[in-house]
């Protein structure tokens, strides 16, 4: 198995170090969620096994996604629905054209190749938190129409402060689905990031939060509806992957 990652920076999937818009392992820096993914998919095997420590892992970034867009589908194939808003069409685009990436790195690598989109939702009070269950849904719906089962969206809400803030925050573990309808923006009067920041005692660089999810972090005690979805999205394409799920008709 294989992981194709794709996020928006150092302190939430990684980087490519030098910077480019995609690297293998030998040039992949990865941030706190891409060790999430890495230590979730690990607890769903049966043996212990770090794809980022095997480097068994890639990375492309937005501009990547953004410059290998597919074709349009025909109406009568589309998948998003009329009634989506349409911001979430690049939610839709990013998955298809991740899907399309990690069909090729399975040529490549010869073994199957789970991919994971993240995304932050940052939904703020004003524009309403209602968006991430459309954008959730246009990440599911790309992965399909290029009939790919080995899509994962990884979406915070409102952003990827919230899950490790639960963890971290002085009553760790609980309530924290109120942290989801808090505001992702980072000029509020508390943002998530200053918060996060707070309860580490502003120790909260991106190889401070790696080590943080690596040694500190019971990522099955996170009770967040957001990051449910994520959890168990990635556990049934993890139980594909290995045989034990049968795969889908798409």
Not at 83 to 89: D, G, L, N, R
Not at 220 to 241: C, G, R, T, Y
Request: aromatic residues 8%; proline residues 5%.
């Amino acid at each position: 198995m294989y992981l194709l990652l794709s996020g928006e920076g150092l302190t939430d999937i990684g980087v490519c170090t030098p910077a480019s818009d995609s690297c293998d392992a030998d040039t992949f820096q990865p941030g706190p969620m891409a060790w999430i993914v890495d230590q979730l998919m690990d607890s769903f095997l049966d043996y212990d096994f770090s794809h980022i420590q095997t480097m068994r892992v890639s990375f492309v970034s937005e501009h990547f996604l953004a410059t290998h867009k597919q074709r349009p589908q025909k109406k009568s194939m589309s998948l998003r629905g009329k009634k989506k808003p349409a911001e979430t069409k690049y939610y839709y685009e990013n998955a298809r054209a991740l899907a399309t990436a990690a069909k090729d790195k399975t040529i490549e690598v010869d073994d199957n190749v789970i991919a994971v989109l993240f995304r932050d939702a940052d939904g703020t009070a004003s524009a309403g938190r209602g968006n991430w269950r459309d954008k959730r849904i246009s990440m599911i719906n790309g992965f399909k129409v290029e009939e790919f089962v080995l899509g994962v969206p990884m979406i915070p809400k409102p952003k990827s402060e919230a899950w490790l803030l639960c963890a971290v925050k002085d009553n760790p573990y609980q309530g924290c689905e109120n942290i989801e309808q808090e505001s992702g923006s980072d000029k509020g009067t508390n943002p998530l990031k200053r918060q996060l920041s707070n309860a580490l005692a502003g120790n909260d660089s991106a190889s401070d939060l790696n080590k943080i999810v690596q040694e500190n972090i019971d990522l099955h005690e996170i009770q967040m509806p957001s990051f449910e979805a994520f959890k168990n999205d990635l556990n049934k394409v993890v139980a594909i992957a290995t045989g034990t799920l049968q795969e889908p008709k798409i």
